[in-house]
């Protein structure tokens, strides 16, 4: 059984998909703080909070639990900079506790959802794995601290661990009609799809003075298919042996904000009205990763690479979504 953390958030509810398609048995472990019960893609389901050892441990007893996706926690850098006593609560402390109930319980295995934000502003790009990791908000700080703990729990313990630093995740499955969903929504492609959809009056670009082709900033958008298809593989590769590792997943090419919208303009046939702000505190201008290690070592290799597929399947979503 895999014991999947955070399964009812957008990216933990699309791997759950994922693996549920792929025949293992999985429950989803959340506390619905911000996922949605809709969301979950297993039939088994535990309502519990990682912050409560106990509860954790119950589903250690529950369930034969013998690996773990962790997805669960908090991830708006912009709130982490305001309440970074919630950040470091919520994924580091929190992750301690799943880390003790899985020493406890003998389950050595572990992928865990980390970012490209532990690199901080980049010193070159594409980036690559062997890029220095300089966070430069809590969030990034949280996620950081957390690999070096997986880190000397593999030393310590024999833990085995993939952690993987997603870029962009953006799209939705649209079988399943799960998707995007946060609140606040503060993430680019469902904020201009909202604007399509007339929900929102306007989308803000935050600042066109960059150093870059077009003034905005470039990203590199990955679809959470290609994420949970990822995590997959990174699963079966601790299952079949392999030592720890840590991998980038992103299509390894860079979208600027601009392109963003325009694309959206063509994909749902609305105009989207926009504007220029400010820049946004702590935006590196260009972040794009180098999948090349991922490709070689997991066999991965994204199936969405053109930003318009990515968009249509948020669009879809949008226009269907029930939560
Ligand atoms: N962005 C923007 N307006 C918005 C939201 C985001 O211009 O309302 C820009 C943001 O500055 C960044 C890119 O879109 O350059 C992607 O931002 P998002 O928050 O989606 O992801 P992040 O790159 O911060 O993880």
Redesign the pocket.
């Known amino acids: 059984m895999i014991l999947i953390t955070g399964g009812a958030g957008y990216i933990g509810s699309h791997c759950a998909l994922e693996m549920t398609r792929a025949g293992y048995d999985c429950v989803v472990l959340d506390n619905l703080s911000e996922g949605h019960a809709k969301a979950v893609q297993t039939d088994r389901f535990c309502r519990s909070d990682l912050a409560d050892i106990d509860e954790t441990r119950e589903v250690f007893k529950q369930y034969p639990v013998e690996a773990v996706i962790h997805f669960a926690a908090s991830c708006y850098?912009g709130e982490s900079a305001v309440n970074p006593q919630k950040y470091y609560r919520n994924n580091v402390v929190n992750t301690l506790n799943l880390l003790q109930a899985m020493i406890e319980n003998d389950v050595k295995k572990i992928v865990f959802s980390s970012t490209c934000?532990t690199y901080g502003n980049p010193e070159y790009t594409p980036i690559d794995e062997k890029h220095p990791q300089n966070p430069i908000n809590t969030y990034g700080k949280t996620k950081l601290m957390i690999e070096t703990i997986l880190e000397d729990f593999d030393s310590a313990y024999g833990l085995k661990y993939m952690a993987l630093r997603y870029f962009?995740a953006s799209g939705a499955d649209n079988q399943a009609n799960i998707g995007e969903s946060h609140n606040p929504e503060?993430?680019?492609?469902p904020?201009v799809l909202e604007v399509a959809a007339g929900k929102r009056e306007l989308?803000?670009?935050?600042?066109d003075d960059y150093d870059t082709p077009d003034g905005?900033?470039?990203?590199d958008y990955i679809h959470v298919n290609d994420l949970s298809t990822a995590h997959r593989l990174a699963l079966e590769k601790l299952f079949s042996g392999a030592d720890s590792n840590f991998y980038n997943l992103g299509t390894g090419k860079g979208v600027s904000?601009k392109e963003?919208i325009d694309i959206s303009g063509h994909v749902t046939g609305k105009t989207i009205r926009k504007e220029i702000v400010q820049?946004?505190p702590g935006?590196p201008p260009v972040?794009f990763a180098d999948n090349k290690k991922a490709k070689l070592d997991l066999g991965w290799s994204p199936e969405y690479n053109e930003i318009n597929d990515i968009i249509s399947t948020a669009w879809n979503w949008e226009q269907n979504r029930q939560y």
């Open positions: 850098v934000a962009n503060t993430h680019l492609i904020l989308i803000k670009i935050f600042g905005t900033c470039i990203r904000v963003v820049r946004r935006d972040l």
